[in-house]
Each structure stands twice: as C-alpha cells, then as structure tokens.
C-alpha cells in the first residue's frame, strides 16, 4: 500500500476538520447530506458525460495505482535480465524458450518471445515501443478522468450554493433561520472545493507518476532485451540497465 496517500489524504481532511473544531463550530454544520448528493452526483454525472465507458471502467482500476504501489522491483528485472543475457551467450537465443514460462510479467514475456523467435531487434524495439505508447496514452486518459473531477466538482459546489441561496431566499418570512440556512447552503462550495483539491486532483497525479514509473520500467526492459538479442556481455547488460534506476535504488 502506499502509506503516502493514505497519510496524506487523512492529514488533509483531519486538518479541515480540526480546524472546523478549534475554531468552535459545530461538525454537523459541515454534514450535510443534500450538499454531498449534489456535489458528488453532479461532478460524476458531468464525468460520464465527458468520457467514454471504457475509460471511464479504466480509471475506476487504474484508481489503485494512486493506493498500492507496484508489486514489480526494477532491480529484480535488472537481474532477470543480466541472468537471461548470460544464458543467451553460454547456450544461444532458443535456450530461453523454456524460461519463458517462468517469467510472470507479460511485457517481458512477450519481448522475450520476440527474442527467441529471432526477431530483428529495431523490429523487436517498435513493436515494443508501440505497446508502451498506446497503453500509456490509454492509462493517461483514466487519471484525466480524475483531473476532470478535479475542475468540475468545485463549479458543481457553487451551483449547489446557489441552489441553497434560493431555498433560503424563499423562507425570507423568516429571519431567523436565514443565518443557519446561508451557512448550509454554502456548504455544498467546500464539498466541491475540497474534494477537488483534496482527493481528485491528488489521485489523478499519483496516478500518471505512477504510470510514468512503469513506463520507465518497460522502456529498461526494451534496452535489456535488445543487448539480450545482440550478445552483449551480462556485467555490462547490468551496468546499462542500472542507469534506468533512480540514485537510492543504486546504493541498495
């Protein structure tokens, strides 16, 4: 899990909130269950509105990219990869076809089987990097499902306000209700204005730094499987491979 968003989003809300106590007002001015409705139906409603089915099911999977981190090490490539370059140079290209049963991930696998079928490797590299362009143009879209959220929800925070204002305007026949009744109304503006800044915006760039990570991951890999296809020595496939890597992971 990442501990970061977790931590973040519960010190962002706990402060708001906190800051509501220390301040003496009441948390049930700030719970309002209409406001919510409005709030978080309209900013989806104009969500699905703006985006097609299958990226909007995307970006509901790819949600936990902003909540788990990845379950692959880069490093554990690195090694995978030097370990392949080894055989490859002791046994040939075809002795990998039985690993490749073993490999769990599906980019690599695939690029090893392009290897193993002899590939040429600039063919090998643009099959390769086709896949990795048109799935993260797929995977950026589903975050901007998120960013979208982001600028809606505060425009549909206000549309609520203004509805409260109406409501209050017509109960003017009684003034006493209508200070109560302004701060309900004005409640649906920090829901829109909160959530966005809050949790939509936050998640949609958690996610895209994410799915450039994993980006970076698949373009080593590329370079590992092309030094792979050309023979090239495994300590220095390693050494190649290591400059992908950010400089805290190289001390470990």
């Known amino acids: 899990m990442d501990i970061l ?23 049930n001015s700030i719970m309002q269950v209409t406001a919510a409705i409005i709030v978080l139906g309209g900013t989806i409603g104009a969500v ?9 099911i995307l970006a509901l999977k790819n949600a936990r990219l902003a909540f788990f981190n990845h379950k692959s090490d880069p490093r554990e490539f690195i090694r995978l990869i030097s370990e392949l370059a080894g055989a490859a140079r002791k046994d040939g290209l075809l002795a990998l076809e039985s690993r490749l049963k073993r490999i769990d991930d599906p980019f690599l696998r695939k690029g090893l089987q ?26 950026l879209s589903s975050a901007k499902v998120f960013e979208s959220a982001g600028g809606y929800a505060p ?5 609520g306000a203004v509805l409260g204002l109406i409501h209050v305007m017509e109960n003017l026949a009684e003034p006493s209700m209508l200070g109560s009744g ?15 800044n809050l949790l939509w915006l936050p998640v949609a760039g958690k996610m895209k730094q994410k799915i450039r990570e994993d ?12 030094s792979l296809s050309e023979g090239e020595n495994p300590r220095r496939v390693e050494e190649k491979l290591s400059g992908f890597l950010r400089a805290s992971e190289k001390k470990k």
């Not at 302004?182 to 966005?196: D, H, K, L, R």
């Open 182 to 196: 302004i701060a309900v109304a004005f409640v649906a503006t920090v829901y829109g204005v909160g959530s966005a």
């Open 5 to 27: 968003t977790i931590i973040g989003i519960i010190l962002g809300f706990g402060a708001i909130i906190g800051g509501q106590v220390l301040e003496g007002g009441s948390l």
């Open 215 to 226: 980006v970076i991951v698949k373009e080593m890999i590329i370079e590992g499987l092309i």
């Open 155 to 159: 425009t549909i925070g206000i549309l």
């Open 114 to 139: 392009l290897v193993v079928d002899g590939t040429e490797p600039k063919i090998t590299r643009e099959i390769l990097e086709i896949e990795i362009q048109y799935t993260e143009e797929y995977n």
């Open 48 to 56: 699905c509105v703006n985006y097609s089915l299958n990226t909007f």
